[in-house]
Every structure is written in C-alpha cells, then in structure tokens.
C-alpha cells in the first residue's frame, strides 16, 4: 500500500506541474462529448474527498460504520483486476463523481486543490498502522467494500486511467 500511495503522490505531483504549463483553451476543450482535461480533474477531486471525509473520523466509528474484512487484503493486481472486470460490465461513475461547473477561478487553483487533497489523503494515510489500513473497510460505489489498503490502490489505478487521457508522454 505505501508504495501505491508514493507512486500517487508522485504522479499528482508531475501532473500538477505539467498541467499548470497547458493553456487554458486546452484544459478546457471537450473533444467528442469526452470530458475535458479539467473535467478529469474535477472528477479526482471528487473520487478522492469521501475517502479523505472517512478518514477525518474517529477509526472505531468508521469499523462500527463499515466494518474489518475477514479476508486477506487484495493485492495491487487483484484491485485492478476487479476494477477493470467492472468497467467492462459497463460500470461507471455515479453522478455525483460527474464533474460539474468548475468553481474555480484558474485551472491552477483546481491543480492546487487536486495536490492538496493528495497530500492530505497521504498525511491522514500516515496515521494509520498497516494492520488497520488491511483491516478496516470503506464503501466503493462499484466495486463495494475494500479495505483502505485497497481503496488507496483503487485510487492510484483510477488516477491513471484518468490521466492517461491527458496524454503527457513522460508521466508515464
């Protein structure tokens, strides 16, 4: 899990400072209905904020919500799995992940939000021993419950399948 959470902080990080460089028609151009490349963003920062709500609570009030697994805790390769096994039944974000108007006034003011809010799921991560982040469960709209463990794979995955669409040749 630590190394999936590094690898998110590094690729917000190079993505932040990369996308800060584009100009503002480019972040904003929507090509063939897709979302545009501050509409991905927006929906990061959406698809990370529950996690981080989560995490703010009490850890006995999310396993009273939630609960612990009584499974071993899936691997980087097996959250992919599942997460792609979805996609291709047709899974797709809810509409409260769909990104709506952007509220704020620079593309750089979301880029700072969106690292921002990688580095507080990072400091709130750090508070958390191993055992309790492979125990302790948390809703997915998806994929169900999953261990923060998970949930922290689930969002490097989920990040870079966003990002790949913005198509920076030296991220990846």
């Given at each position: 899990m630590e190394e999936s959470l590094q690898e998110l902080v590094e690729l917000t990080k190079r993505y932040h400072d990369y996308l800060i460089t584009l100009d503002e028609d480019t972040v904003n151009e929507s090509k063939e209905g897709k979302w545009s490349i501050n509409e991905e963003i927006i929906h990061l920062v959406l698809s990370i904020s529950p996690i981080i709500r989560a995490l703010k609570m009490p850890k006995f009030q999310i396993r009273l919500l939630f609960g612990t697994a009584s499974r071993p805790v899936y691997s980087f390769s097996e959250v992919e799995k599942i997460y792609r096994e979805e996609l291709g039944q047709g899974a797709v974000a809810p509409k409260y992940y769909e990104p709506k108007k952007n509220k704020f006034n620079t593309s750089k003011?979301?880029?700072?939000?969106?690292?921002?809010?990688?580095?507080?799921?990072?400091?709130?991560?750090?508070?958390?021993?191993?055992?309790?982040?492979?125990?302790?469960?948390?809703?997915?709209?998806?994929?169900?419950?999953?261990?923060?463990?998970?949930?922290?794979?689930?969002?490097?995955?989920?990040?870079?399948?966003?990002?790949?669409?913005?198509?920076?040749?030296?991220?990846?």
């Open positions: 003011e979301l880029y700072d939000k969106w690292l921002n809010k990688t580095l507080e799921l990072e400091k709130l991560l750090n508070k958390w021993d191993q055992n309790d982040l492979d125990k302790v469960l948390l809703p997915h709209p998806s994929l169900g419950k999953l261990t923060i463990s998970e949930l922290v794979h689930f969002t490097l995955i989920h990040s870079k399948s966003h990002l790949l669409k913005v198509k920076n040749p030296e991220t990846f």
